[in-house]
């Protein structure tokens, strides 16, 4: 009996590891296939070319693959969504986490989650449908998809995963902390950001990297709002993240293009383990304090 | 024993994966050497008892991109109509699909340009499938009518930066197109004789949302497949002729292009490619064709 028990939990052991086996395989996979599949462009292209090459253009007689276009665009769109995004999602998280009243918080709350239940074609879709003919207007250029239509999609799609994040950690900061600051003659406020705030640090900057990953790798939205033109960034200029240039261009691409937008995707894929790497490291500061 | 185990497992799950990924690859090559999915696929189809004067075999196909989406529609309907019937297509560019009809790669070679006389003198033989129209489209408040194809031209390489130079009034024009590699773009280029030198402002991945784009900005000019433009935007007469599915089919509007079939004029296809030329060729196929955005040669 005792034996058959045992082997029956080896069982059930067994399928436990081989579900999670699954997650470790399929990155396993994507990283293997992303690092064949892109080296190969790189190398005929030449990596400085490749990287620091200010021109792209893959269907023409001369074919060119220079993608620091895409990688400057994202960097200053991921830069710019941070700059909108973070104060608004920080202050929205203290406000919620500390002042608000708790009929209030729920509603918020709530609005929170289904601002990040929202489909990015959706935030697309709107941002195409208002926001490009709003900039147009508002700023008298003649066309309003430009890396600040990105910013401000980017910027509002990041808001859940800041204001999350940012009211857990906020939310863990020990009573007795704030208590000890009151009773020591600090207001509420000065408590909240030389208190609560400094305690949190490391789960509200996971908040801030969290959003950067998800600014950096989001491509439908963008794709609708940027214009896709290859140009250098520039705030009211059509430009090209790293994601909409893979997006855009694979559905006809063929031979050394397809591979340089695979090259593409490797490229983006370092940025965002560099990006997760940073992640852990605040997460693992937030466990340590 | 619980590392033979976990070996084992191991060992089944990577197998598994190896076995998934082979079966994607060629589902995404759906195409390529005709043989081999016919070979693979050929037991799977014969467990069905075929009716006697059912057809089956294999129609392969290879050439132009830019008429995927009509071939692959084609091909669609064919198969639902031929169950035993495998249709491929194999979307390498107009000059290797004729290519590889030439030396017998594929049953019919796409193209969407007319046989060169080379080509029909190598032994091969053109039958035009349909007509590509492209319009040239602008807001709907755009005061211009007319513009001839060397305006159009001069306007996409950015010589010509404002309406009022056009006979519209005092705007910016907004250059929108399609990303690269799309067979509207390409085939619009290489028309107007742009290759490679527009100044896009925008470059969109849809026919959508390029008459969305043109339908939102007063200024704005772009390029669509005509059949699925819109009365959201305006179409442009070029040269004086208005597109339409008429002035497409007997070739007077400029910016259109054939798209042609190309067989062995001395060899017979087999069965299966001839019902399958039979039926593209016959009136029958026309809803599909023009459902697929170009206009029927018949």
Request: with cysteine; glycine share 8%.
């Amino acid at each position: 009996m005792k034996t058959k028990e045992n082997y029956l939990e080896r069982l059930v052991h067994g399928v436990f590891l081989l579900l999670g086996l699954v997650t470790v395989a399929c990155v396993l996979l994507i990283t293997v296939y992303l690092v064949v599949s892109g080296i190969p462009a790189i190398r005929e292209i030449g990596i400085v070319k490749f990287l620091f090459g200010a021109e792209w253009a893959s269907t023409a007689a001369e074919p060119k693959y220079g993608i620091l276009p895409f990688i400057l665009t994202s960097v200053y769109g991921t830069a710019g969504a941070i700059l909108l995004g973070v104060p608004i999602g920080f202050l929205t998280a203290i406000y919620l986490a500390k002042m608000a009243p708790k009929s209030v918080k729920e509603i918020m709350g709530q609005a929170v989650s289904m601002l990040a239940g929202i489909p990015s074609v959706v935030y697309g879709l709107v941002g195409m449908m208002v926001l490009v003919p709003g900039i147009r207007k508002l700023f008298h250029v003649p066309d309003g998809a430009s890396l600040l239509a990105a910013i401000v999609v980017l910027a509002i799609m990041i808001l859940p995963s800041i204001i999350k994040m940012s009211v857990t950690a906020l939310e863990a900061v020990p009573k007795e902390y704030e208590d000890a600051s009151l009773a020591l003659g600090a207001t509420p406020e000065e408590t909240w950001f030389r208190v609560s705030v400094p305690a949190a640090k490391s789960g509200i900057a996971a908040a801030v990297v969290l959003g950067v990953g998800r600014a950096i790798g989001e491509a439908m939205a963008v794709m609708m709002v940027a214009g896709n033109a290859a140009n250098m960034p520039s705030l009211f200029q059509s430009v090209r993240f790293l994601t909409t240039a893979v997006a855009s261009e694979m559905s006809y691409s063929s031979g050394l293009q397809r591979q340089a937008l695979f090259s593409i995707a490797l490229v983006l894929f370092l940025f965002i383990m560099l990006i997760n790497a940073v992640l852990n490291f605040f997460l693992k500061g937030e466990k340590r304090s | 024993m619980k590392r033979v185990i976990c070996t084992i497992l191991c060992l089944i799950l990577v197998l598994s994966m190896a076995a998934c990924g082979q079966k994607t690859e060629t589902a995404a090559t759906t195409a390529a050497p005709a043989a081999a999915p016919a070979a693979t696929e050929a037991p799977a189809a014969t467990e069905t008892p075929a009716a006697p004067a059912k057809l089956s075999g294999t129609v392969s196909t290879d050439g132009s991109t830019s008429m995927e989406k009509v071939i692959g529609a084609l091909g669609e309907a064919f198969m639902e109509a031929n169950a035993d019937v495998t249709f491929t297509y194999n979307p390498t560019g107009s000059g290797s699909g004729i290519q590889a009809v030439q030396e017998g790669r594929c049953d019919i070679g796409l193209s969407s340009r007319v046989l060169k006389d080379e080509e029909k003198a190598a032994g091969l033989t053109e039958t035009v499938l349909c007509y590509d129209g492209i319009a040239v489209i602008v807001n709907p408040e755009n005061t211009v009518e007319d513009l001839t194809l060397e305006q159009i031209a001069a306007i996409y390489t950015g010589e010509i930066k404002n309406w009022s130079e056009v006979g519209g009034s005092d705007a910016e024009i907004v250059l929108i197109g399609r990303e690269a590699g799309s067979g509207t773009r390409s085939g619009f280029e290489e028309i107007v004789e742009v290759k490679d030198k527009c100044q896009y402002r925008q470059e969109l991945s849809s026919t959508g949302d390029v008459i969305t784009t043109v339908a939102q900005n007063p200024g704005a000019i772009g390029y669509a497949s005509l059949a699925s433009v819109k009365d959201t935007v305006k179409t442009v007469k070029v040269g004086g002729v208005t597109p339409s599915e008429a002035t497409v089919k007997d070739g007077t509007y400029a910016i259109q292009r054939p798209f042609v079939l190309a067989t062995k004029t001395d060899a017979k296809l087999n069965d299966a490619a001839q019902a399958f030329f039979d039926y593209v060729t016959s009136p029958a196929a026309n809803d599909v064709i023009t459902a697929a955005g170009v206009v029927p040669a018949k």
